[in-house]
């Protein structure tokens, strides 16, 4: 299973940004999806998650109203569209695949993982 991400990129205070992550090689629909970010010097942290069938979605405090996760079963696709972005979002930021019958939000339970994508907010 392979998970690409990409969309992220420079902006400024304020401004949007619409990462996406294609899964290949396995069956799209069957995993619940994650998005994570790690900043320099921190740890890993999750940022939100979607269930298979998009029933269940899950926020960290940090982004909660200001981020929406959303997927594409037809197309292998999950999203993340970050609003009022904001300095401290600048990280790489990771989307993760996880099988079972319930979404968990901790990194631990996601089992494939992509490559990243930088994401920086800056002025």
């Known amino acids: 299973v392979q998970l690409q991400a990409s969309g992220g990129g420079l902006v400024q205070p304020g401004g949007s940004l619409r990462l996406s992550c294609v899964v290949s090689?396995?069956?799209?629909?069957?995993?619940?999806m994650g998005w994570f970010r790690q900043a320099p010097g921190k740890e890993r942290e999750f940022v939100t998650g979607?269930?298979?069938?998009?029933?269940?979605?899950f926020y960290a405090d940090s982004v909660k109203g200001r981020s929406t996760i959303s997927r594409n079963n037809a197309k292998n696709t999950v999203f993340l569209q970050m609003n009022s972005l904001k300095p401290e979002d600048t990280a790489i930021y990771y989307c993760?695949?996880?099988?079972?019958?319930?979404?968990?939000?901790?990194?631990?339970?996601?089992?494939?993982w992509g490559q990243g994508t930088q994401v920086t907010v800056s002025s």
């Open positions: 979607i269930s298979w069938n998009a029933g269940n979605k």
């Open positions: 993760a695949a996880q099988t079972g019958f319930v979404l968990v939000p901790r990194d631990t339970r996601f089992t494939y």
């Open positions: 090689g396995g069956t799209f629909s069957r995993y619940h």
